[in-house]
């Protein structure tokens, strides 16, 4: 076997030849603070050493540390420790604006010892991704951490203040200075309404945040805006690359001279009526401080409003006096008037009514600031628009009217009343008897319904021109006939109401039924009569005989023991004592026949049907023995007979006509009606 050495030997020395070749071959390494773009063409896109521009190669363990000592808007410092690669080739800076790339070549180092550099022209505010990867000349790579840096805003400018002749200006550094990365200027530059824009400031103190721009015109527009120059790389070198940030632009206008105005919110009040003022300052200096003088009063510390009444009518002058921060004075004035505020009466002509009684209500107010409107709610849900108005209410209640008055600059007075409404008034009227005759006396009885409840009348028109008064009253009629009796009742409320009622006015009458008017001594006439007229029955009769004999009800029985001719009369009587007087036809009696005349058929006939009739009532009254009659019923249907004279004993009263009847009837023989079974002895 041949002696491994010289080949050896030989492979290491083709390695340095090729190392020497590939170090012949790599373009020289930029200097610091170069720009990305132009790094970029430097340090080839496509070289494996690192991802090229737009292309997501793989990322090497990273065997690095990467750290940004210095940033400001558009610069970044960035700073690595130094790479363990053989043979050393090159430094790369790249950057992504995602984690996972793609990567942009920004900066290629050839020089070993080089551990820091500055990369310009970025994006404030924007998000970058940084990775330094060390190439050596054999292939070998190193790479540092991904460090993800956010570059600052720009800086922000405000003013906190401003005169009539200067501003005042406040603005942020939001950079970090450090590393290879450093503050130059500030420039404050102006632009008046809307001219080139000029410096008019240059500060090279990072710290100051803040400037004066003096000699300024009053009421003048101003722009202003603030660029910050920092350095990258070798800061005070001919090799430092400059960046200029411009902060944000502010207008501001500077005051014009301290000026007032005061507005009232009302030229015109009432008495005792709120306004309100507004006092507005234009110009001067802020803040302002505000004073205010009503009429011929002081000056009293206030704000920019005030709201005041007054006590008197008259025209007030109201006075506004502002002071600036300087101290100037300004004042404005407002001339309000002052009119008396209005006022308000009302008046009914009544407070208690019936329902549909209308009521007179009258509103009056005095002025305020005319005109003024006047109205009027009834609280039943209808209104009225006027002062003076008639209104009836449709149900009974409590009511509470209101007059409301209002005046040209709104002030409302008000007034209510209260109203008792009752339910419509009625009447009502009986008369007891309904009927009489002439000269009896009847009583009518008279009587309100709802309304007040408080009846202060009764009149009353009887119909033949009579009168009269009270609830209760008597009056009798002269004359027959049927007469409409009239009844007007008032209540408290002044109200009437009225009822009638007929009565029936005639005589008493009676009618005899035909009688025997020629008879001999010792024979029987049966009289019968009935009533009508006055008050009505049960009437009273009395029968004057003409032979001084008197008998009583309305059918009688007399016997004649004289001859002669006799005039009888009939005097009835009805409930009320107004009577009628009958003449009767004269009877004539004669002398009676012989002892023994009589005995005739007839008689004998007659005296059977005695004896028959004996024998009945025998047995009727053997029959109601057996019957079980109460004393109760007895009474119920007992009704005392007319004849005064007469007694109960032994007698039957019809309970319909009064007639006294034979016990053993069972009929009345005057009207036919049943008579009790058991007369009350």
Sequence with gaps: MADPLPRTAVALAVLVVLGSLVAAATPAAPGRGTNPSSLAAAFPAESPAIPGSGTAAPTPAATMTLSSPGISPAAVSLAWTEADVFLFSSYTVAYAVNASGPWTTAQTISTETTLDTAVDGLAPGGSYFWMVTAAGSLGGTESSNVLSVTQPPVATLSSPSNTSTSVDLAWTNNASYGGLVGFVSYAVVESENGSAPAVVATITNATTGSATVPDLSSGTSYSFSVDTTDCAGGCGTDTATLSVTQSNTITVGTAFPLAVSVAASRSVVDVGQLDAFTCTAAGGESPFSYAWQVGNGSFVPGNNSLSASFGSSGPVVVTCEVTDRTASHATSSVSVTVNPAPTIAIATNRTAADVG????????????????????????????????????????????????????????????????????????????????????????????????????????????????????????????????????????????????????????????????????????????????????????????????????????????????????????????????VVDLSPISVHAAPSAFAWVTAGVVALVAVLVGAIVAVVVLQNRRRDEAASTHEAMARYIPPTDPRATVSGRKVCPRCGAANLPIRRTCSHCGADLPRHPRT
């Design 357 to 580: 009684e209308p009521i007179a209500f009258e509103c009056s107010p005095t002025p305020g600031t005319i005109p003024i409107t006047v109205g009027w709610s009834f609280g039943d849900g209808t209104t009225a628009s006027t002062g003076d108005v008639t209104h009836a209410y449709a149900s009974p209640n409590r009511y509470s009217a209101t007059c409301s008055a209002t005046d040209f600059v709104g002030v409302t007075v008000v007034a209510s009343v209260a109203l008792n409404i009752s339910g419509p008034l009625g009447a009502t009227v009986v008369a007891r008897p309904p009927a009489a005759a002439p000269g009896s006396d009847i009583t009518f009885t008279g009587a309100g319904t709802n309304g007040s409840g408080n009846y202060t009348g009764y009149r009353w028109s009887f119909g033949d021109l009579g009168t009269g008064s009270g609830a209760v009253v008597g009056h009798a009629y002269a004359a027959a006939g049927n007469y409409t009796v009239t009844l007007e009742v008032t209540d408290s409320n002044g109200i009437t109401a009225s009822a009638e009622v007929t009565v029936h006015i005639s005589r008493v009458q009676a009618q005899v039924a035909p009688f025997s008017t020629s008879i001999a001594t010792g024979t029987a006439v049966s009289f019968s009569a009935t009533g009508s007229g006055g008050a009505g029955g049960p009437y009273n009769f009395t029968w004057q005989f003409g032979d001084g004999q008197v008998g009583y009800g309305p059918t009688v029985s007399h016997t004649y023991s004289a001859m002669g001719t006799f005039a009888p009369t009939l005097t009835v009587r009805d409930p009320l004592g107004a009577t009628g």
